[in-house]
Each structure stands twice: as structure tokens, then as C-alpha cells.
T-cell receptor, first 112, second 114 residues
Framework: QKEVEQDPGPLSVPEGAIVSLNCTYS??????FMWYRQYSRKGPELLMY????GNKEDGRFTAQVDKSSKYISLFIRDSQPSDSATYLC????????????FGQGTRLTINP | DGGITQSPKYLFRKEGQNVTLSCEQN?????MYWYRQDPGQGLRLIYY???????QKGDIAEGYSVSREKKESFPLTVTSAQKNPTAFYLC?????????????FGAGTRLSVL
């Protein structure tokens, strides 16, 4: 079993829809949770960063962490065609060598 | 502008050849990382370095080598021992302190075998 599981999709939704992207994990030591967005043939860019549990909002994006269920989510409101990309979740433990464990990535397409 | 520069953008390797991928950062970050990304897959850690003149193997280090002689530079060599080198290679760096687990990425190098 992988430490981090993420549905690879692809996921296709109409413009303006609310998108929900999710990851589950098995390592209870994970404390830092990140979402990266990766456009085709580009490097990942950091979208959201959360420490421990709770919600964090940034514009149209909301990140949620539920440590009791070992489940994290990224919500995109009023989705735009420019949101079409692969979304990678990543997480790491509080201690240790700053190593991130990545999910497989979900490929998202927003249709105009 | 501060950032991470990877070069070249595209690289071709012949059978039995070693090739070196460049990664330079001007963010004054202590730690640097190399990842490999295969189609439809997440990122897998090859090597990482937390300080100059020190580095550790990641999950898939076989067939790769690195050096960290300067804080700004972390080149990756793909040796002839790596039998399946075709992939997208990403370099990253991270800040010290409380945000130390946030990693910032370069634009990547796409390596193919001739």
C-alpha cells in the first residue's frame, strides 16, 4: 500500500463547477500538507500549504485536512479553464529530513 | 528574479553515456532535491542534500549520482547504469525554519534515450 493515495483521474468538469480533489494517507506522523499545481511539461507550483488539521482558504481555493480520517481535500470554486492542470498532494512528517511524499496526481480539465 | 533554473530543458542520451542535468538556485535555500516523474505518476525522490558537501539517497538512487560543492548548485548525473532513464526530472529547494517542508520547483528537464 502506498503511503499517499490519490485518484489519478482524469477528471473533467464544466466551467464554473466546484471541484473536489482528495488524497488519503496512512502515516499518522504527517503534519505538513501541500497541494501543488502542475501544468503540462512544467514544474509543480505550490498552491496551498497547511500545517496540522483544519481549513485554509485562498481566493477560489480551499484546503481541508482531517487527520482523524487521514484525508485531505482541495476545493476549487468557480472553476476556470485556466485551472486545467494536474494537481499533486504532498505531505511530510514534523521531524526528519524534510522529505515530501507525493500522491500520484489528479489530471483535471475544465471545459468552457 | 529569485528562482530555480534547470538546464537543459531537453536532453538526449545515447546508449552507455553519462549525462549531467544542471540545477541552480538563487533563493539562498539550504536544502535541494532531485525527483523523477514518469507519465501519470507522482514524484519519486532520487537524492537530496540538506547542506553543502553532504547528500543522501532517496527512494530510487540507483544509477544516479550527485554533488553539492556550492549552496546554489546541485547537479544530477544519470549514469549508464540507469537502464530506464527516460523521464521528466525535477529539481527543488526548500527554506529553513518553520516552513522547511515547503519545496519550490524548477521547470524540469525532459530526458530521452536515442
Amino acid at each position: 500500500q502506498k503511503e499517499v493515495e490519490q485518484d489519478p483521474g482524469p477528471l473533467s468538469v464544466p466551467e464554473g463547477a466546484i471541484v473536489s480533489l482528495n488524497c488519503t494517507y496512512s502515516n499518522s506522523a504527517f503534519q505538513y500538507f501541500m497541494w501543488y499545481r502542475q501544468y503540462s511539461r512544467k514544474g509543480p507550483e505550490l498552491l496551498m500549504y497547511t500545517y496540522s488539521s483544519g481549513n485554509k482558504e485562498d481566493g477560489r481555493f480551499t484546503a481541508q485536512v482531517d487527520k482523524s480520517s487521514k484525508y485531505i481535500s482541495l476545493f476549487i470554486r468557480d472553476s476556470q479553464p485556466s485551472d486545467s492542470a494536474t494537481y499533486l498532494c504532498a505531505m511530510s512528517a514534523l521531524q526528519g529530513a524534510q522529505k515530501l511524499v507525493f500522491g500520484q496526481g489528479t489530471r483535471l480539465t475544465i471545459n468552457p | 528574479d529569485g528562482g530555480i533554473t534547470q538546464s537543459p530543458k531537453y536532453l538526449f542520451r545515447k546508449e552507455g553515456q553519462n549525462v549531467t542535468l544542471s540545477c541552480e538556485q538563487n533563493l539562498n535555500h539550504d536544502a535541494m532535491y532531485w525527483y523523477r516523474q514518469d507519465p501519470g505518476q507522482g514524484l519519486r525522490l532520487i537524492y537530496y542534500s540538506q547542506i553543502v558537501n553532504d547528500f543522501q539517497k532517496g527512494d530510487i538512487a540507483e544509477g544516479y549520482s550527485v554533488s553539492r560543492e556550492k549552496k546554489e548548485s546541485f547537479p544530477l548525473t544519470v549514469t549508464s547504469a540507469q537502464k530506464n532513464p527516460t523521464a521528466f526530472y525535477l529539481c527543488a529547494s526548500s527554506t529553513p525554519g518553520l516552513a522547511k517542508n515547503i519545496q519550490y520547483f524548477g521547470a524540469g528537464t525532459r530526458l530521452s534515450v536515442l
